[in-house]
């Protein structure tokens, strides 16, 4: 039983160090009354679009 919730316990430490990595921008997009995944969504989408075009993604916001 003792091994058993380790496993569990270890299972939950690595996907609460994941998200960890991104709270920020959960807790930004909760700020502005959004969630996470629209959050990252749009920010993926952007990529898309400034990656596929780039002359345009040079006129428009992109990193």
Do not use: W
């Amino acid at each position: 039983m003792h091994r058993e919730m380790m496993q569990g316990i270890e299972k939950y430490r690595i996907s609460a160090e994941s998200f960890e990595q991104i709270k920020r921008f959960g807790d930004m997009g909760k700020a502005s009354g959004r969630q996470l995944e629209h959050v990252v969504y749009a920010h993926v989408n952007m990529e898309k679009r400034c990656g596929a075009n780039r002359p345009l993604g040079r006129t428009t916001s992109c990193p």
